[in-house]
């Protein structure tokens, strides 16, 4: 092979070479030293710099004009170093063709002939600006890091796998007054007494399974003293599953553990007294969801609700649907500030009956914001009963008085008329002038005032029976089914004169009471209403409900003949009273109606004018 084909051969190898350089990221150089000039320069340098090849191979100064001018120091002592042999590896910022600030890496070969004379560099220069901000970022997360740890309101506290401290911050340090120089190498039970040293060894088995958990640890201080840290510990496990120790969040709960000792006395004494009270207590808050109640109030509720009280458990879950809508308006009424206070009786399973007061308390906090209620229910049947008996003695005596009276006027006026007619006509019997016809005439007088002698006993017995009834067992009676009774009772009436009845029983759709007593009230009233009916106009008769404080409103409203009060208002209950003569009756009806009303505990009272119908307003107790 001649020279020709030798150098052609080296110059194939030199543009494989380039192409090679060429086709890489990394800038490849070479700088002839003797003539201080760029031989050759990869394509890479227009990708990194922004110029292009011609750029630095026709001024070789024109690589330093890139430099950053605060990193120019970095290689002006490379000339000495590669001038000795030396090789250079610096990193340092360049400024590109378009502004921006790139760093990179800079590795200079240099060669030297037989004489130690520098003849050539071959450099090859990197992008490394994303590993330098990576870099940046990863020193600056960890300077954060390290300020996080050493600034914590918590302890941290790592161990090895072999239970051994290998860091703690400056927090714990002040927890236990120690020095981290005091704890590195120690275990954990070294700072414990032997009760708690039992305890984290059975954590610190589950942590070695991957447990994480939370755990109050009482720690010895190095004065001795005991202090209390909550402890959020999780387990360090490697790449392969294996465990390397634990990390742990210490907080000093010391205070929090002696606050909570006394509350918890506290709490016991109060308690103590919440369930030796004769007051059954329900506590809930404004989403009525129970927080607490006393023994006491666990035996009412399952005596009346056939139901166990639980806590987080609603309210509402303890009373009808009917009644709900009471509590409810209660409720309303409580969290403006206003304390109710009412007494409510109920029926044992044995039939005996419990009175008990019940008051609705509201709760606020420090802001006065409304934070809950309470339901405080109390036993007050002996009291009651003790009352009531009272109250029925001398309601008896009032009533047995205006019985008295009532029956004096019905002996003198009803009972004396055909007693003085009978005598009068046995005197006229003895007369033995009278012919046959004139003493059958005088017989029948006599037969006709015996008969009415009898109905006005009748009646007396009737009105007796009334008041005996009054012993008759309650029940809850609904208005709708009582009204549904009478009207199939009087049907024939009802379609003859095509009576209409309007209900409105939405409010109070019940009451607790004698039903015999209600039918009779509802019956009398309706009937009366038919029978003192407008000729020529169809009965309407509407009856309503109403909720009050602590009784049901009754009213009874006809567009009937009416009454004129300012005549007949002294004499509208009396017996035997009547005011229409138009329509047989006895007036008996209105009477009965008072009598049964008052034997309820009830009032009623009368709107009514000529010609535009009557009202009857009945109040009952609830």
């Given at each position: 092979?001649?020279?020709?084909?030798?150098?052609?051969?080296?110059?194939?190898?030199?543009?494989?070479?380039?192409?090679?350089?060429?086709?890489?990221?990394?800038?490849?150089?070479?700088?002839?030293?003797?003539?201080?000039?760029?031989?050759?320069?990869?394509?890479?340098?227009?990708?990194?710099?922004?110029?292009?090849?011609?750029?630095?191979?026709?001024?070789?100064?024109?690589?330093?004009?890139?430099?950053?001018?605060?990193?120019?120091?970095?290689?002006?002592?490379?000339?000495?170093?590669?001038?000795?042999?030396?090789?250079?590896?610096?990193?340092?910022?360049?400024?590109?063709?378009?502004?921006?600030?790139?760093?990179?890496?800079?590795?200079?070969?240099?060669?030297?002939?037989?004489?130690?004379?520098?003849?050539?560099?071959?450099?090859?220069?990197?992008?490394?600006?994303?590993?330098?901000?990576?870099?940046?970022?990863?020193?600056?997360?960890?300077?954060?890091?390290?300020?996080?740890?050493?600034?914590?309101?918590?302890?941290?506290?790592?161990?090895?796998?072999?239970?051994?401290?290998?860091?703690?911050?400056?927090?714990?340090?002040?927890?236990?007054?120690?020095?981290?120089?005091?704890?590195?190498?120690?275990?954990?039970?070294?700072?414990?007494?032997?009760?708690?040293?039992?305890?984290?060894?059975?954590?610190?088995?589950?942590?070695?399974?991957?447990?994480?958990?939370?755990?109050?640890?009482?720690?010895?201080?190095?004065?001795?003293?005991?202090?209390?840290?909550?402890?959020?510990?999780?387990?360090?496990?490697?790449?392969?599953?294996?465990?390397?120790?634990?990390?742990?969040?210490?907080?000093?709960?010391?205070?929090?553990?002696?606050?909570?000792?006394?509350?918890?006395?506290?709490?016991?004494?109060?308690?103590?007294?919440?369930?030796?009270?004769?007051?059954?207590?329900?506590?809930?808050?404004?989403?009525?969801?129970?927080?607490?109640?006393?023994?006491?109030?666990?035996?009412?509720?399952?005596?009346?609700?056939?139901?166990?009280?639980?806590?987080?458990?609603?309210?509402?879950?303890?009373?009808?649907?009917?009644?709900?809508?009471?509590?409810?308006?209660?409720?309303?009424?409580?969290?403006?500030?206003?304390?109710?206070?009412?007494?409510?009786?109920?029926?044992?399973?044995?039939?005996?009956?419990?009175?008990?007061?019940?008051?609705?308390?509201?709760?606020?906090?420090?802001?006065?914001?409304?934070?809950?209620?309470?339901?405080?229910?109390?036993?007050?049947?002996?009291?009651?009963?003790?009352?009531?008996?009272?109250?029925?003695?001398?309601?008896?005596?009032?009533?047995?008085?205006?019985?008295?009276?009532?029956?004096?006027?019905?002996?003198?006026?009803?009972?004396?008329?055909?007693?003085?007619?009978?005598?009068?006509?046995?005197?006229?019997?003895?007369?033995?002038?009278?012919?046959?016809?004139?003493?059958?005439?005088?017989?029948?007088?006599?037969?006709?005032?015996?008969?009415?002698?009898?109905?006005?006993?009748?009646?007396?017995?009737?009105?007796?029976?009334?008041?005996?009834?009054?012993?008759?067992?309650?029940?809850?009676?609904?208005?709708?089914?009582?009204?549904?009774?009478?009207?199939?009772?009087?049907?024939n009436t009802v379609v003859s004169e095509n009576v209409q009845f309007k209900c409105f029983f939405e409010e109070a759709e019940s009451i607790f009471t004698i039903r015999s007593y209600l039918y009779s009230i509802?019956?009398?009233?309706?009937?009366?209403?038919?029978?003192?009916?407008?000729?020529?106009?169809?009965?309407?008769?509407?009856?309503?409900?109403?909720?009050?404080?602590?009784?049901?409103?009754?009213?009874?409203?006809?567009?009937?003949?009416?009454?004129?009060?300012?005549?007949?208002?002294?004499?509208?209950?009396?017996?035997?009273?009547?005011?229409?003569?138009?329509?047989?009756?006895?007036?008996?009806?209105l009477f009965m109606v008072k009598t049964q009303v008052e034997a309820l505990g009830g009032t009623i009272r009368i709107k009514s004018k000529p010609g535009e119908g009557t009202e009857f307003v009945i109040l009952?107790?609830?």
């Amino acid at each position: 092979m001649d020279a020709t084909d030798s150098r052609s051969r080296v110059e194939d190898n030199q543009h494989e070479l380039m192409d090679f350089f060429n086709a890489m990221d990394e800038v490849f150089y070479t700088v002839d030293m003797i003539n201080l000039r760029v031989m050759h320069i990869s394509k890479a340098c227009e990708k990194l710099f922004g110029f292009k090849q011609a750029d630095f191979l026709n001024d070789p100064k024109f690589w330093l004009g890139l430099v950053h001018p605060e990193d120019k120091h970095i290689i002006e002592s490379e000339d000495k170093i590669l001038r000795r042999g030396g090789k250079v590896n610096n990193q340092y910022r360049v400024i590109c063709k378009d502004k921006s600030v790139r760093w990179v890496e800079n590795k200079i070969i240099p060669c030297l002939d037989n004489n130690g004379i520098l003849i050539r560099l071959d450099g090859i220069t990197r992008d490394i600006t994303e590993r330098i901000e990576a870099e940046e970022k990863h020193r600056q997360s960890e300077a954060r890091y390290r300020q996080i740890v050493e600034t914590a309101q918590e302890g941290i506290w790592t161990i090895d796998e072999n239970e051994k401290t290998n860091f703690v911050n400056k927090k714990i340090c002040d927890i236990l007054g120690y020095t981290a120089g005091e704890m590195m190498g120690k275990e954990l039970y070294d700072f414990m007494d032997d009760k708690g040293k039992a305890y984290a060894l059975a954590c610190m088995e589950r942590r070695r399974k991957g447990s994480k958990e939370n755990l109050d640890v009482r720690y010895k201080t190095k004065t001795g003293e005991d202090v209390w840290a909550s402890i959020s510990a999780n387990p360090i496990i490697d790449e392969k599953g294996n465990y390397k120790g634990a990390l742990a969040m210490v907080t000093d709960i010391t205070q929090r553990k002696m606050d909570e000792d006394a509350v918890k006395k506290s709490e016991a004494n109060l308690r103590t007294v919440f369930d030796n009270t004769d007051t059954a207590y329900v506590l809930f808050n404004t989403e009525l969801t129970i927080i607490s109640f006393n023994a006491l109030a666990q035996k009412f509720s399952e005596e009346i609700n056939r139901k166990s009280l639980e806590v987080n458990c609603l309210i509402k879950d303890y009373f009808t649907e009917e009644r709900w809508l009471f509590i409810r308006e209660t409720l309303d009424k409580v969290a403006e500030g206003e304390i109710v206070n009412y007494e409510l009786s109920y029926t044992r399973e044995d039939g005996s009956v419990r009175w008990n007061n019940v008051r609705w308390l509201n709760v606020k906090d420090d802001q006065n914001k409304n934070w809950g209620f309470i339901l405080a229910n109390k036993d007050i049947t002996e009291a009651k009963i003790d009352a009531l008996e009272r109250e029925k003695i001398t309601a008896d005596l009032i009533q047995h008085n205006n019985d008295l009276e009532q029956f004096t006027y019905i002996i003198s006026h009803n009972l004396r008329a055909p007693v003085a007619n009978i005598i009068g006509l046995s005197d006229m019997l003895k007369d033995h002038d009278l012919d046959a016809a004139a003493k059958e005439e005088v017989l029948d007088r006599v037969s006709l005032s015996v008969k009415n002698i009898d109905t006005v006993i009748k009646d007396l017995n009737h009105i007796l029976q009334a008041r005996e009834l009054a012993n008759e067992k309650k029940e809850q009676v609904y208005f709708r089914e009582l009204l549904d009774a009478i009207r199939t009772s009087i049907y024939n009436t009802v379609v003859s004169e095509n009576v209409q009845f309007k209900c409105f029983f939405e409010e109070a759709e019940s009451i607790f009471t004698i039903r015999s007593y209600l039918y009779s009230i509802f019956y009398n009233l309706s009937s009366n209403s038919i029978k003192y009916h407008r000729p020529g106009i169809a009965p309407i008769i509407s009856i309503k409900s109403h909720r009050l404080k602590n009784k049901i409103e009754l009213r009874f409203k006809d567009n009937g003949k009416g009454i004129d009060l300012d005549k007949y208002s002294s004499q509208l209950f009396g017996l035997y009273k009547r005011f229409d003569n138009t329509v047989e009756g006895k007036g008996m009806g209105l009477f009965m109606v008072k009598t049964q009303v008052e034997a309820l505990g009830g009032t009623i009272r009368i709107k009514s004018k000529p010609g535009e119908g009557t009202e009857f307003v009945i109040l009952l107790p609830v």
